[in-house]
């Protein structure tokens, strides 16, 4: 239950500064995406914020033997750059870039219940569950190919 409260808390406090960042508002997202024409560097401090706080509580947070809500780290363990990460990006980055909303903004935006928001929220419902079939289908040709090339080893 503790560690529900703080999930809840740090959600909170992580939506209360995209709301005062003024990160939900689409325009001055796509302002900030804009460095030709109406560009707003306002997001980048916001950003800098982020990372600085980042930079400065992971290692002080990693030096533990395990975090104090949960029984070990959860850290990714891929570290490579691979086409799978550049394309994700790359579809990221459109979406955002075209919608004026990544997904914490957007979550915290559906507060305002109107029907730009909504289909927002239902377009990246919906993209996520296609890629997730279609990520799915590539692993299990890749497995079955492996598979393919192991047996023809053997024989």
Request: include cysteine; proline fraction near 5%.
């Amino acid at each position: 239950m503790i560690s529900l409260l703080a999930a809840l808390a740090a959600g909170t406090l992580f939506g209360l500064g995209l709301a005062v960042a003024g990160m939900i508002d689409p325009a001055k997202v796509i302002n900030f995406l804009d460095p030709l024409g109406t560009w707003d560097p306002s997001l980048a401090f916001v950003m800098g914020g982020g990372l600085l706080v980042n930079a400065i509580a992971t290692p002080l947070i990693m030096r533990r033997k395990t975090p104090i809500l949960a029984e070990f780290f959860r850290t990714p363990s891929k570290q490579q750059i691979d086409k799978r990460l550049i394309i994700g990006g790359v579809l990221f980055g459109a979406g955002w870039g075209l919608a004026g909303y990544c997904p914490g903004p957007m979550i915290t935006s559906l507060s305002f219940a109107n029907s730009d928001i909504i289909t927002v929220v239902g377009a990246y419902i919906v993209g996520t569950l296609i890629a997730r079939t279609l990520l799915r289908a590539w692993e299990r040709d890749q497995l079955t190919e492996k598979q393919r090339a192991e047996r023809s080893c053997i024989e």
